[in-house]
């Protein structure tokens, strides 16, 4: 079965950093691009970063460039969003996801809130 | 990387059809065939329901369908049922080669 879970979600004071992770298992992780997508509370999906299957590729959202890095660790078959600088905009249920002629297949995500 | 541009809310009621737009530009939707819709209900992860604006996963009901004319994207439900009550979203490729998402619409089921 194909899967993925994410980690490393929790409340995070404005200006400190937090790492999430995303465990793959199911299929060959180093055959596709992967994403983190976020929701705010009560609000949509935002796209947030993406990465190409062997990271020559990566892209993020204008709103956490320069504070957020993707990268992957396809012999792990996992996926990591590495967070500085954090805001409070940035709370939100965080997503990985999976690349296929769209993105088919999703986490159940993980929490971070940032707040003092 | 503005939001492509979805009604709030759509009703029908069962067996109608309707059909939810996203509106971009020609660095998005008007210029990619990457465009994917998505339904989403309460406390679920989203799930792809089009990818490549008309394409079907496997699994997904025949009932959706989509399509593109320039600068839109649209995807229409037929037959609507109860199930179907839920969030949609759009998402598109971008010419910076980013990914961009629709403001979402309410689909409710009379």
């Known amino acids: 079965e194909v899967q993925l879970v994410e980690s490393g979600g929790g409340l995070v004071q404005p200006g400190r950093s937090l790492r999430l992770s995303c465990a793959t298992s199911?299929?060959?992780?180093?055959?596709?691009?992967m994403h983190w997508v976020r929701q705010a509370p009560g609000k949509g999906l935002e796209w947030v970063s993406g990465?190409?299957?062997?990271?020559?590729?990566?892209g993020y959202a204008d709103s956490v460039k320069g504070r957020f890095t993707i990268s992957r660790d396809n012999a792990k078959n996992s996926l990591y969003l590495q967070m500085n600088s954090l805001r409070a905009e940035d709370t939100a249920l965080y997503y990985c996801a999976k690349e296929w002629s769209g993105m088919d297949v999703w986490g159940q995500g993980t929490t971070v809130t940032v707040s003092s | 990387q503005s939001a492509l541009t979805q009604p709030a809310s759509v009703s029908g009621s069962p067996g109608q059809s309707i059909t939810i737009s996203c509106t971009g530009t020609s660095n998005d939707v008007g210029g990619y065939n990457f465009v994917s819709w998505y339904q989403q209900h309460p406390g679920k992860a989203p799930k792809l329901m089009i990818c490549d604006v008309s394409n079907r996963p496997s699994g997904v009901s025949n009932r959706f369908s989509g399509s593109k004319s320039g600068n839109t994207a649209s995807l229409t439900i037929s037959g609507l049922q109860a199930e179907d009550e839920a969030d949609y979203y759009c998402?598109?490729?971008?010419?910076?080669?980013?990914?961009?998402f629709g403001t979402g619409t309410r689909v409710t089921v009379l």
């Open positions: 998402s598109s490729f971008t010419s910076s080669s980013t990914y961009v």
């Open positions: 990465i190409s299957w062997n990271s020559g590729t990566i």
């Open positions: 199911g299929f060959r992780i180093d055959d596709y691009a």
